[in-house]
T-cell receptor
Framework: DTAVSQTPKYLVTQMGNDKSIKCEQN?????MYWYKQDSKKFLKIMFS???????INETVPNRFSPKSPDKAHLNLHINSLELGDSAVYFC?????????????FGPGTRLTVL | QKEVEQNSGPLSVPEGAIASLNCTYS??????FFWYRQYSGKSPELIMS????GDKEDGRFTAQLNKASQYVSLLIRDSQPSDSATYLC????????????FGKGTKLSVIP
């Protein structure tokens, strides 16, 4: 299947732990994104990479660190997890630079911090 | 701050009716406009994109763009219960931008 995939789908962890979420796309896209969707369902961009280069870095705590080993993968590492980090994290990718920025989303990772 | 505004709803329409979803945006330089559908517990799914003023039709969906009024809408004809979802409006922040700004979504309920 051609798609954007994420692992894990669910992540339940304790405050203070460090965790990673992985994302892979086999669509041949150049650009990948991380979004956070909070309990009120508001979808907000966190990071974007284009060909392994960081191009969007919104105001998020520096406990969040994205890593792109190649243009098909974008991982998100979170240090010292806090209760407020509980949310659904979506990875997305888009094929074309510039205006025609159709983004395709992965299935999401529901993170619960206890 | 670039903003995208949507009525949160819920918008309830009877089956077979036309559902009309509206979105306004603050950045006059915005160039690309998208509608995503998100079912509860699922990821956003791109259903329409529009880049120039006027109407764009795809099956039962019509997107309408008016850049002068900074307004984009989505019409769903012959609404079905399976159309019940949250519809997210998204706008690209200007030429050459990678960044999409999303509205908070309108929840649509189609009543059988």
């Amino acid at each position: 299947d051609t798609a954007v995939s994420q692992t894990p789908k669910y992540l339940v962890t304790q405050m203070g732990n460090d965790k990673s979420i992985k994302c892979e796309q086999n669509l041949g896209h150049d650009t990948m994104y991380w979004y956070k969707q909070d309990s009120k369902k508001f979808l907000k961009i966190m990071f974007s990479y284009n060909n392994k280069e960081l191009i969007i870095n919104e105001t998020v705590p520096n406990r969040f660190s994205p890593k792109s080993p190649d243009k098909a993968h974008l991982n998100l590492h979170i240090n010292s997890l806090e209760l407020g980090d509980s949310a659904v994290y979506f990875c997305a990718s888009s094929p074309v630079r510039g205006s025609y920025n159709e983004q395709f989303f992965g299935p999401g990772t529901r993170l619960t911090v206890l | 701050q670039k903003e995208v505004e949507q009525n949160s709803g819920p918008l309830s329409v009877p089956e077979g009716a036309i559902a009309s979803l509206n979105c306004t945006y603050s950045d006059r330089g915005s160039q690309s406009f998208f509608w995503y559908r998100q079912y509860s517990g699922k990821s956003p799914e791109l259903i329409m994109s529009i880049y120039s003023n006027g109407d764009k039709e795809d099956g039962r969906f019509t997107a309408q763009l008016n850049k002068a009024s900074q307004y984009v809408s989505l019409l769903i004809r012959d609404s079905q219960p399976s159309d019940s979802a949250t519809y997210l409006c998204a706008v690209t922040s200007g030429a050459g931008s990678y960044q999409l700004t999303f509205g908070k979504g309108t929840k649509l309920s189609v009543i059988p």
